[in-house]
């Protein structure tokens, strides 16, 4: 079966700093990967997903992610942070023989300072 | 398109009362799921479904019950509420094969 941890619970980064949260995963094969953010008190919405070919993604609000497969990482980054990315962001993976299903990981709170 | 939407926002439920959280979605989606998500836990996923008249249990499915009774519709039923229920619950959607899944607003519960 396949997992995901983020190692950092919180992490706290200047306004215009860049950024980077940590994903690793375990499973035997290719995973899918998705990057999702949740903005208090809403739903969980995309920031983008690798399925296969170019291991560097690039998603929704200026966020990009590269699939290492030696090193079962999927971490995402912005070169600088906006206040408004404050939010929880949740890193998942899915297997092509899992029936659509995903596992999560248990989230990065970002917080930023002005 | 609404996406996924969900009903109510919010609720707070006295012990051994019952309710039903409404999850409609309108992309056509075959697959469905309900997840709980706790502080620091991630989400959890409770049920999902593969199509109309079809699910299954998921991680946690104690306390919980689902219906399919059609491609839009999935609401998830607590019949004896308990505290270990406070959560807030998402219902979510997705095509076959892309493993992409879209999430509706969520429902927060309290159960006192």
């Known amino acids: 079966a396949q997992s995901v941890t983020q190692p950092d619970i919180h992490i706290t980064v200047s306004e215009g700093a860049s950024l980077e949260l940590r994903c690793n995963y375990s499973y035997g094969a290719t995973p899918y990967l998705f990057w999702y953010v949740q903005s208090p008190g809403q739903g969980l919405q995309l920031l983008l997903k690798?399925?296969?070919?170019?291991?560097l993604v690039q998603g929704i609000k200026g966020f990009e992610a590269e699939f290492k497969r030696s090193q079962s990482s999927f971490n995402l980054r912005k070169p600088s942070v906006h206040w408004s990315d404050a939010a929880e962001y949740f890193c998942?993976?899915?297997?092509?023989?899992?029936?659509?299903?995903?596992?999560f990981g248990g989230g990065t709170r970002l917080m930023v300072k002005p | 398109n609404a996406g996924v939407t969900q009903t109510p926002k919010f609720r707070i439920l006295k012990i051994g009362q019952s309710m039903t959280l409404q999850c409609t979605q309108d992309?056509?989606?075959?697959?469905m799921y309900w997840y709980r998500q706790d502080p620091g836990m991630g989400l959890k996923l409770i049920y999902y479904?593969?199509?109309?008249?079809?699910?299954d249990k998921g991680e946690v499915p104690n306390g919980y019950n689902v219906s399919r009774s059609t491609t839009e519709d999935f609401p998830l039923r607590l019949e004896l509420a308990a505290p270990s229920q406070t959560s807030v619950y998402f219902c979510?959607?997705?095509?076959?094969?892309?493993?992409?899944?879209?999430f509706g607003p969520g429902t927060r519960l309290t159960v006192l």
């Open positions: 992309m056509n989606h075959n697959y």
């Open positions: 998942a993976v899915g297997a092509n023989n899992a029936g659509n299903m995903l596992t």
């Open positions: 979510a959607s997705g095509m076959t094969g892309s493993n992409e899944q879209f």
């Open positions: 690798y399925f296969s070919g170019d291991t």
């Open positions: 479904s593969v199509g109309a008249g079809i699910t």
